[in-house]
């Protein structure tokens, strides 16, 4: 069945870049999604990229995708301490019709240390 | 727009009580989404909404679970007979669908519904 992976945590230090990792198993996911979870919160959406693309670049944000090994990765330039959040990977297939289609890794929390 | 809020931000109850947890939506949104989330995992669909109808349920959504959309606005998700495992935080999410043949869909979530079963 389809799946998303991403390993659990991450720790950068400040100013660094951080590079978070996601593998997915639906070949037929047309859009790719990275949500951010602060605690205590819902999910925000942070960028998507489409499935034609292999980059997407939004200020500090850069989505890879590598559709051959499916394999999405999303940097952080220059992270802050507000960056500390739990990023999820999320796919969603193409034409569909139901949002069950939606599919979200574990998430991978990211913590900064000065 | 003040986005999708829920109510309430927490719920405390015993096993076997009845709960009901209500999503606002983005007032234009004619999709709403319910999702389950606990500790350590994503967010698993339970279910969604495309105005007032009912388009499909997980098959996680058990018969205690029932969910309304009364009149394409706001929605409602009662447990009945709650048990220890129902504990989780319960996320509603809205869009907008747009036309046919738009599959991107963006999802705006609320900041949940804590249920605690004890």
């Known amino acids: 069945g389809e799946d998303v992976e991403q390993s659990l945590f991450l720790s950068v230090r400040e100013g660094d870049s951080s590079v978070i990792n996601c593998t997915y198993t639906?070949?037929?996911?047309?859009?790719l999604y990275w949500y951010k979870q602060e605690p205590g919160a819902g999910l925000q959406l942070l960028t998507y990229?489409?499935?034609?693309?292999d980059m997407k670049q939004d200020q500090r944000l850069t989505v890879l995708l590598n559709k051959k090994d499916k394999h999405l990765s999303l940097r952080i330039a220059d992270t802050q301490t507000g960056d500390s959040a739990i990023y999820f990977c999320?796919?969603?297939?193409?034409?569909?019709?139901?949002?069950?289609?939606?599919?979200f890794g574990s998430g991978t929390r990211l913590s900064i240390r000065p | 727009d003040t986005g999708v809020s829920q109510d309430p931000r927490h719920k405390i109850t015993k096993r076997g009580q009845n709960v009901t947890f209500r999503c606002d939506p983005i007032?234009?949104?004619?999709?709403l989404y319910w999702y389950r989330q606990t500790l350590g995992q994503g967010p698993e669909f339970l279910t969604y909404?495309?105005?007032?109808?009912?388009?499909?349920k997980s098959r996680l959504l058990s018969d205690r679970f029932s969910a309304e959309r009364p009149k394409g606005s706001f929605s409602t998700l009662e447990i009945q007979r709650t048990e220890q495992g129902d504990s989780a935080m319960y996320l509603c999410?809205?869009?907008?669908?747009?036309?046919?043949?738009?599959?991107?869909?963006?999802?705006?979530f609320g900041s949940g519904t804590q249920l605690s079963v004890l």
């Open positions: 999410a809205s869009s907008l669908r747009g036309p046919a043949g738009t599959t991107n869909e963006k999802l705006f």
């Open positions: 639906d070949s037929s996911s047309t859009y």
């Open positions: 990229i489409f499935s034609n693309m």
């Open positions: 999320a796919e969603t297939g193409e034409g569909y019709s139901s949002a069950s289609k939606i599919i």
């Open positions: 007032s234009e949104h004619n999709r």
């Open positions: 909404f495309q105005n007032e109808a009912q388009l499909e």
